[in-house]
């Protein structure tokens, strides 16, 4: 049995997310996606909405045999890895700029937690420009994120601005 956590902010999650998710599926029984609690951050979407979203969407790909379960966190993640009883932790890198951070993540969570692997995975090239804070920017702006974020999201999120108008 293989268990992986894959964390994250997922405000919003996007296509490339769910890419790593669907590639996660194929090396691992169960994935744990895992939503940080960041009581800094003003998110666009609370923990809760981050979470029943994620549990939509994920119902829908192609998981393969793999389990998928959506929970948040908060504190340290190799100590939520650990409560998990978690093989490995995933985290997608895009482009060399997003390997500096990952790399001192992963090392300080290997200190840490030295048993505990971090694997890093490469979406699609049509996703290596996507983020999260672009999403919600262009958004914001007025551009169009189709083809970004799962249709759930485009909903949630057109929603939110009329609600908020
Ligand atoms: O999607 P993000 O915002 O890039 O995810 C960052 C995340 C959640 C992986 C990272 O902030 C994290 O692990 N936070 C939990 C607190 C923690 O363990 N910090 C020490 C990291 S070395």
């Not at 994250?8 to 996007?14: A, Y």
């Given at each position: 049995m293989r268990r992986a956590i894959y964390p994250?902010?997922?405000?919003?999650?996007?296509n490339g997310h769910l890419d790593i998710i669907q590639r996660g599926c194929k090396l691992y029984d169960e994935i744990i996606i895992a939503v940080l609690i960041n009581p800094e951050k003003t998110p666009f979407f609370s923990v809760d909405e981050r979470c029943e979203i994620l549990r939509s969407i994920v119902k829908e790909i192609?998981?393969?045999e793999c389990t998928l379960t959506v929970e948040s966190f908060e504190g340290l993640l190799v100590q939520y890895a650990a409560d998990r009883q978690v093989d490995a932790i995933v985290r997608g890198i895009r482009a060399i700029s997003d390997y500096e951070y990952e790399l001192q993540m992963a090392l300080m969570n290997r200190r840490l937690q030295p048993q505990l692997e971090t694997v890093f995975m490469m979406p699609a090239e049509a996703y290596s420009y996507v983020s999260s804070r672009l999403v919600k920017e262009i958004f914001h702006l007025g551009g169009t994120i189709e083809g970004l974020v799962p249709k759930l999201v485009e909903e949630r999120m057109r929603a939110r601005l009329s609600s908020d108008a």
């Open positions: 994250g902010s997922f405000d919003p999650v996007t192609d998981r393969g």
